[in-house]
């Protein structure tokens, strides 16, 4: 296939409604390795599909030694909370802290459309919640406080849109 680039923000892409993935064949294998190609070259830990520029619901976490595949995935439950700092590679350069739930349980099919439900903790559970929201049009700033939003957006328009990222 084509080789894909990295979306970064403002790209519209990243706010597009998403499709859910039916058809579990070689071009969707195709595609997640090269959204995992995107991602290594970008030293991220997760990539969404938008982010590919392709509005399907698909990401791809790397963890552990083991590369997650999650199409269509659904948040089932979750508890507790964490507060920690993340960056995503479609806002280069931008950090911040955001509050997400401590354990969650996933559902969602692998790159052969087989169904599993995950329970994930801690990091895990952030980078899913993380790829889950880029599925749903949610991004990075979007849990930044209103002043906090402003900063990040002026930055990357400074930066230019065509920047790119470590993380
Ligand atoms: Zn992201």
């Known amino acids: 296939m084509e080789k894909l680039s990295l979306r970064v923000f403002p790209d519209p892409v990243l706010r597009e409604e998403t499709k859910p993935v039916t058809r579990f ?6 595609l997640v390795a090269e959204m995992a190609r995107l991602m290594n070259q ?8 938008p982010q590919a520029g392709v509005p399907l ?7 552990g030694g083991v590369l997650y595949v999650l199409a269509n995935p659904q948040l089932l439950s979750f508890e507790g909370e964490q507060e920690g700092e993340e960056g995503c590679l479609s806002f280069p ?22 169904e599993h439900e995950i329970d994930a903790e801690g990091f895990l559970a952030r980078a899913f919640l993380h790829e889950i929201d ?12 209103p002043m906090k939003r ?18």
């Open 150 to 167: 402003t900063m990040a957006r002026k930055k990357l328009l400074r930066s230019g849109s065509a920047a790119v990222s470590e993380n």
């Open 25 to 30: 064949d070689g071009s969707l294998k195709d």
């Open 134 to 145: 880029h599925l749903e049009g949610k991004l990075l700033i979007d849990h930044f406080s």
């Open 42 to 49: 970008h030293d991220g830990v997760g990539l969404a599909a």
């Open 57 to 63: 619901k698909l990401a791809i976490v790397f963890f």
């Open 93 to 114: 350069g931008i950090f911040g802290n955001v509050r997400r739930p401590l354990k969650i349980r996933v559902r969602h099919q692998d790159i052969s459309g087989g």
